[in-house]
């Protein structure tokens, strides 16, 4: 089996995708919402790290993130948010999916699945063309028409800073430009 090698990049900032076992489309519930939060909050306290752009679809999530001066360990911080949701919603909805004789030997819930995929941002360019991919994805999934309708992300943000009009997007859904971040 091929060793899978992390990008190793202190004070960098990071794209991410993290999914559901089985894509499960839990994440956009009221409970899971609040419960990420509150996980992200937490680890961020503890090992804090700076959260650039964010989106919540039901079964993903994509994120950017730069890590503090010195610091490459994301790792610790998905490994910490992963655990402190998964015991909320076994908490508070119940076993969930029928783990695998794997996930149960290993002490794993079927909540999320185990690995994320990470990007080491290069540049300005890299960053911006990752920031499109995560306010663009809900209409990509077909969840909305216009970026803006979408309440799970802080696109609004981002408008509110003239970053982004408040109509972008809807030429863009006509291309592929600027969409290409990995899934």
């Excluded at 091929?2 to 993290?18: E, N, S």
């Excluded at 981002?158 to 290409?180: D, L, P, Q, R």
Aim: aromatic share 14%.
């Amino acid at each position: 089996m091929p060793q899978y090698r992390r990008a190793k990049l202190a004070g960098g900032t990071f794209f991410f995708t993290v999914v559901t076992f089985g894509r499960k489309p839990i994440l956009t519930s009221d409970i899971a919402r609040n419960l990420l939060h509150d996980a992200w909050v937490d680890t961020q306290k503890r090992f804090p790290f700076k959260t650039e752009a964010v989106c919540l679809l039901p079964d993903h999530l994509h994120c950017m993130w730069r890590l503090p001066e010195g610091d490459t360990n994301y790792t610790v911080r998905w490994k910490e948010i992963k655990r402190l949701f998964t015991k909320g919603f076994l908490e508070q909805m119940g076993p969930g999916e029928v783990r695998s004789e794997s996930r149960i030997k290993k002490g794993e819930a079927a909540i999320w699945q185990r690995r994320f995929w990470e990007h080491a941002i290069r540049d300005e360019d890299d960053f911006n063309r990752h920031l499109n991919y995560i306010h663009f994805n809900p209409v990509k999934h077909g969840w909305v028409i216009n970026v803006s309708d979408w309440p799970w992300s802080n696109f609004h943000r981002f408008v509110a800073n003239g970053y982004y009009t408040e109509n972008w997007g809807e030429m863009i859904g006509k291309t592929s430009e600027g969409m290409e971040a990995g899934e």
